[in-house]
Structure formats: structure tokens, C-alpha cells
């Protein structure tokens, strides 16, 4: 059975970081890529990152609302996505997600919460 | 800036049927399969309709896809208590480089 879990999240003042983790077991980690999805408190679902497996060359994608401040990564020996999320801002409020692939998301966790807030 | 709009929310009461449409552009939509996902309230978004019309394993029969040209629908029939959820229709973009989410519909049984 695949399982996705997240962590990492807190409250955060603005301008700081955080980074969050996103533990995978059930598949085979190295093989798949691996996704970021957010959902701000009462609002839509808005896609962030992904990383794509190092087959696919580990190549990375932003979204335009977060590139340059925050870096995906992943450790294929601990089968763990990462998120680091530098330069905080009140916006960046909201649930975050990690699914697995880059499209279709199938597999999603069950989400950590960031507050940015002072 | 790429979207698929989707209307704010349906409503209909148990046995009806409702339909959500969701609009895109020729970099999502329309070159690429669309998704449905359910998102039940405090939980996770799951996969409905994958590529266009196709149920996953688990996906009761009265809920549907349909795909043309720009544009995307789901439809529910035989509407019970428990589809009350969002639902958010998606699709690969070619401008963003990722998937792309419609704004989503919420659904609700009267």
C-alpha cells in the first residue's frame, strides 16, 4: 500500500524558512517522480513543485508564485521529498500536500499546515 | 496566466443529476487529458476521472467524464448525500510546465 506522509510545518514568521518533508514507503521511490501541492485556508488547490526521478534526470519545476524561493530535493536511500521554503510570505498560509508523480498526482498525503504569520 | 474555470458551485437534491464544467485553452485542455479529483471536507484530494472519462477502480458508475475541445465536464447522476465534496477538474499546462487546477466546484446535496 502506498503511504505519503507529511511534516515540517508550524507557524513561521515572514521572511524566514521552513522545510518540509514528505516520507513515501509502498513503491518504488527512486523511480517516481514526486509533487508539491498547496491549498490555501477556503481556497483552491494550486500545484508549487515537482522533482522528476533520476532516470528523468531529477529535473525540477516551480511555479511561478514560488520559484526562486523555494527548492525541491529529494534522498532516494531515505525514499523522503523535500520542500525548502525560504523568504516566507503571508500568502504562502496554507495546507501542503506531496503526491506522488508528476502527472496524474495519485497517491496524496494527508497534509501539514503553514502559518506564516508575526 | 493559464486557468480552468469552473463555476463556484451546484446544488440538486438526492437522485438528481449535476454536471460541472470546466474551461481551459489549447495549452491544457485542449492538447492534454483531463482529471477530476473529489476532495471530501478535511481530506485529501483523490483521483475521480482519469484521462477524460475513465473511472478508476472504486469510482462509482454515476459519476462521468467527458472531454471537448477546450472544455471539460463531470457529471453526476443518481446525486447522494455522501458526493457532497469539492470537486476540481485538472490538467497538465504547457506555459506553467506543471499541472494546472481548475478553481473548483463545491457540491451540494439539498
Known amino acids: 500500500e502506498v503511504q505519503v506522509v507529511e511534516s515540517g510545518g508550524g507557524l513561521e514568521q515572514p521572511g524566514r524558512s521552513l522545510r518540509l518533508s514528505c516520507a513515501a514507503s509502498?513503491?518504488?521511490?527512486?523511480?517516481?517522480?514526486m509533487s508539491w501541492v498547496r491549498q490555501a485556508p477556503g481556497k483552491g488547490l494550486e500545484w508549487i513543485s515537482l522533482?522528476?526521478?533520476?532516470?528523468?534526470?531529477?529535473?525540477?519545476e516551480y511555479a511561478a508564485s514560488v520559484r526562486g524561493r523555494f527548492t525541491i530535493s529529494r534522498d532516494d536511500s531515505k525514499s523522503i521529498a523535500y520542500l525548502q521554503m525560504n523568504s516566507l510570505k503571508t500568502e504562502d498560509t496554507a495546507v501542503y500536500y506531496c503526491a506522488t508523480g508528476a502527472w496524474p498526482l495519485e497517491d496524496w498525503g494527508q497534509g501539514t499546515l503553514v502559518t506564516v504569520s508575526s | 496566466q493559464s486557468v480552468l474555470s469552473q463555476p463556484p458551485s451546484e446544488s440538486g437534491t438526492p437522485g438528481q443529476r449535476v454536471t460541472i464544467s470546466c474551461s481551459g485553452s489549447n495549452s491544457n485542455i485542449g492538447s492534454k487529458n483531463v482529471y477530476w479529483y473529489q476532495q471530501l471536507p478535511g481530506t485529501a484530494p483523490k483521483v475521480l476521472i482519469q484521462?477524460?472519462?475513465q473511472r478508476p477502480s472504486g469510482v462509482p458508475e454515476r459519476f462521468s467524464g467527458s472531454k471537448s475541445g477546450t472544455s471539460a465536464a463531470l457529471a453526476i447522476s443518481g446525486l447522494r448525500s455522501e458526493d457532497e465534496a469539492d470537486y476540481y477538474c485538472?490538467?497538465?499546462?504547457?506555459?506553467?510546465?506543471?499541472?494546472?487546477f481548475g478553481t473548483g466546484t463545491k457540491v451540494t446535496v439539498l
Open positions: 485538472a490538467a497538465w499546462d504547457d506555459s506553467l510546465s506543471g499541472p494546472l
Open positions: 509502498g513503491f518504488n521511490f527512486h523511480v517516481f517522480a
Open positions: 484521462r477524460n472519462d
Open positions: 522533482i522528476r526521478s533520476r532516470p528523468y534526470g531529477g529535473t525540477t
